[in-house]
């Protein structure tokens, strides 16, 4: 730049190296991918075994340094432009080469938006470290957003299928409950049930729903295994619940607490049911 027949100023003379240093560095660009392509080039015509010697000898790289270089030709080669041709200016050709080299980590579909999106031909190193930080954690938050996303449908998957059984169960209380009371309550019209053997004269009369549990010596053995092992399945099944609710705490707390309601109902449904198990009613007279 000739600015003879202008005022020097310190101003201008500072616009001039800042000018010069950003051209010298896109020319560095420019050249390192130059070198780049002919050390590909010269890579695949070396003979096997022979390439560290080679660039220590010919052109005193390190293979390391020559690995970079081919990877900025590879990466950025087919798209640059040293800016002498504005028809062809890509987002790349406003690069130097430390910038080039710190967003050789983007994936390239990437990069162009990256470097049209934070400017980055005007950012210094530090600032563009920073914002390729930035653009990490950001992915970061939303891959966090989507897996914590997933972990509520499933669940809420979880807590569907284990309110469902609940209904179930409570279904089946429910039509045990009407099959109960359906049965007469007038002694002298009952008939006696019949469970393969006739009880003996003067039998106390007994509930209708026990007599075959009295009848079987060994009924009661079952049944206080098989309320065991319900039991157990209702603490199993109440822990699973309550730990599905606390991770669904930390992820969706609306949710949370409207499955909360949910489950409270029908447990505190089935804690009013169990408060007097059978119904109570009259016993049936047993006919000899």
């Known amino acids: 730049m000739d600015n003879s027949t202008g005022e020097r100023t310190p101003l201008v003379i500072a616009a001039e190296i800042n000018m010069i240093t950003c051209q010298t560095k896109k020319i560095v660009l420019a050249s390192a991918i130059e070198i780049g392509r002919r050390l590909l080039e010269a ?34 080669g087919p798209k640059f432009s040293d800016g002498s041709d504005r028809s062809k200016s890509t987002p790349v050709s406003i690069l ?13 579909e990437e990069r162009e938006e990256f ?30 957003a989507l897996q914590e996303k ?8 979880v807590l569907k299928k284990g309110l469902e059984t609940i209904d179930s169960t409570i279904s089946e209380l429910k039509k045990e409950q009407a099959k109960a009371a359906s049965v007469p309550t007038n002694p002298e019209k009952a008939e006696a049930p019949s469970f393969g053997m006739a009880p003996s004269a003067g039998q106390p009369a007994l509930p209708t729903h026990n007599l075959k549990t009295e009848y079987d010596p060994d009924a009661h053995i079952k049944y206080v295994e098989k309320c065991d092992t319900c039991c157990k399945t209702i603490a199993d099944t109440f822990f699973d619940l309550t730990t599905a609710l606390t991770n669904l705490a930390h992820i969706d707390p609306n949710l949370k607490e409207e499955k909360r309601k949910e489950a409270n109902r029908l447990i505190e449904y089935m804690a009013e049911t169990i408060k007097e198990w059978p119904p109570p009613k009259k016993p049936l007279r047993v006919h000899s």
């Open 115 to 144: 470097i049209a999106h934070n400017n980055v031909g005007s950012m210094t190193k530090q600032e563009l470290q920073q914002a390729l930080r930035d653009r990490d954690q950001a992915n970061q938050a939303k891959e966090q």
């Open 150 to 157: 997933d972990q509520a449908l499933q669940v809420n998957q």
């Open 96 to 108: 130097t080469y430390t910038q080039a080299l710190l967003l050789l980590g983007l994936p390239e």
């Open 43 to 76: 890579k695949d015509l070396v003979k096997h075994g022979e390439w560290g010697k080679w660039l220590a000898e010919s052109v005193s790289y390190s293979q390391k340094t020559a690995e970079r270089l081919i990877k900025l030709y590879e990466e950025y």
